[in-house]
C-alpha cells in the first residue's frame, strides 16, 4: 500500500536529486494518478488507511515505495562494483 502523501515525498525527493524543482502536490495528483494506472493498472483509492496516523486517505491498494521508485520514477539500488582481478 502507497499513500498519496509518501508517493509524493518520493517524488520530491527525486526531482531535488536530480536538481529540479518540485510541483505543488496538486499537480503531482493530477499527473501521477495516471502514470500510475498506466503502470500498474491500479486506481486512486480513497479509502487507504494511513499506518502513521491510522486515518483515512488517498493512495493505491497493492503498491509499495520500491515499486514506484524502480518502475516509474527509473531508480534502482545501485550494484555494487565487480571484485573481479584482470586477466
Not at 502523501?5 to 517524488?11: G, K, M, Q, S, W
Not at 493530477?30 to 500510475?36: Q, R, S, V, W
Not at 520514477?73 to 555494487?80: D, H, I, M, V
Request: hydrophobic share 40%.
Amino acid at each position: 500500500m502507497l499513500t498519496l502523501t509518501n508517493a509524493y515525498l518520493i517524488f520530491t525527493e527525486f526531482l531535488r536529486q536530480k536538481s529540479r524543482v518540485p510541483v505543488k502536490r496538486t499537480i503531482f495528483k493530477g499527473m501521477f494518478a495516471p502514470l500510475i494506472r498506466d503502470a500498474f493498472d491500479l486506481g486512486l483509492r480513497n479509502d487507504i488507511i494511513d499506518q502513521a496516523s491510522h486515518k483515512q486517505t488517498a493512495g493505491w491498494k497493492g503498491l509499495a515505495a520500491q515499486e514506484l521508485e524502480k518502475r516509474v520514477l527509473g531508480t534502482r539500488a545501485r550494484k555494487k562494483p565487480s571484485r573481479r582481478l584482470p586477466r
